[in-house]
């Protein structure tokens, strides 16, 4: 038995840079998506292929700002796997169209509020509660079973990939960085919540990273980096992102919880 691992929006980008390092751990992954079918199934095969041992990868098409979405994808988790170690909140958008601050419309505010707020925090919601079930259910069984049948030891983390954009203004796209300021918060509150349970809560901010999300801007961005943006001058890959998310899945801060990682190539630092 492996652990399993739900990650939303995986079919492309930096999703599915992190399924591809979890599933390089050995871990059975949910590959959620939102429309492109085609992509979520490559990347489910590319997880079996990447992986040192037999693990499964099952697409779950579900839109994450719909309720009704979410309970379908968590049931089909429960369904096929019976149990989840370890839910990374990925999925995103950007705004449809850069405006600025003075022309963008309440439309697209509320369309990146639905599906990068209110997705992942309910969905983190619900997540929480099976996982504070199984961890009563472990630690039940903990007593019964053979150390032949056992699962693997149950050490439940939720990851959140926020943005720079959680504390950087960019004034054609205030929606973006208002919903990532928002989804910041929802580390500290459930990391605080779930310490007890023995659930760890992180969150991961990366910065310019090549995805479909940043090509309509990648001239523009060449140039910053090229001019010092970052003090490491380079794009971030999702497979950085990836990496910062298979460490935090080995389990190697067990007194660690509501820590934010920059992925940024140091963005984040102030300098003089
Ligand atoms: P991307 O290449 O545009 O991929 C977006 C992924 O999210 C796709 O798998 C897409 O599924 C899925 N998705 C979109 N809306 C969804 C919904 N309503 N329900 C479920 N899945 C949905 O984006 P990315 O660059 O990899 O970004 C991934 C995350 O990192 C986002 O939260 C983004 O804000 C954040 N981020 C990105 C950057 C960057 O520079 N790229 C920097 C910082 C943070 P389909 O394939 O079906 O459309």
Redesign the pocket.
Same mark, same amino acid.
């Given at each position: 038995m492996n652990p399993v691992a739900l990650v939303?929006? $995986? !079919?492309?980008?930096?999703?599915r840079g992190i399924a591809l390092q979890l599933a390089k751990l050995g871990h059975d992954l949910v590959i @959620?998506? #939102? !429309? @492109?079918e085609s #992509? #979520?199934r490559q990347t489910a095969a590319d997880c079996l292929a990447a992986a040192p041992k037999t693990i499964r990868a099952e697409p779950c098409q $579900?839109? =994450? !700002?719909q309720s009704a979405d979410r309970e379908k994808l968590l049931a089909f988790t429960r369904r096929a796997f019976g149990r989840l170690d370890l839910l990374v909140n990925? #999925?995103?958008?950007a705004p449809a169209t850069r405006a600025d601050l003075l022309d963008a419309t309440e439309e697209s505010f509320d369309r990146l509020l639905a599906? @990068?707020v209110k997705?992942p925090y309910f969905l983190t919601q619900a997540v929480a509660r099976w996982m504070i079930e199984q961890v009563s259910a472990a630690a039940n069984s903990a007593t019964t079973t053979s150390p032949l049948e056992a699962a693997p030891p149950y050490r439940p983390k939720i990851v959140t =990939?926020s !943005?720079?954009s959680a504390y950087t203004a960019s004034t054609h796209r205030g929606d973006y960085c208002v919903s990532?300021a928002a989804l910041s918060m929802l580390t500290p509150l459930f990391a605080a919540r779930l310490a007890e349970h023995g659930i760890r809560v992180y969150e991961i901010r *990366?910065?310019?990273?090549a995805?479909?999300?940043?090509g309509p801007v990648k001239a523009k961005y060449d140039e910053l980096i090229a001019g010092g943006l970052t003090p490491i001058k380079r794009w971030g890959t *999702?497979e950085d992102v990836g990496l910062a998310v298979a460490a935090l899945a080995q389990d190697l801060l067990p007194f660690s919880t509501g820590e934010v990682l920059n992925v940024d190539g140091g963005f984040h630092l102030r300098r003089l």
């Open positions: 939303t929006g $995986a !079919s492309r980008g930096i999703g @959620n998506y #939102a !429309s @492109n #992509a #979520a $579900a839109d =994450i !700002s990925n #999925a995103g958008v599906i @990068n997705g =990939i !943005s720079i990532k *990366p910065g310019i990273i995805t479909d999300m940043t *999702p």
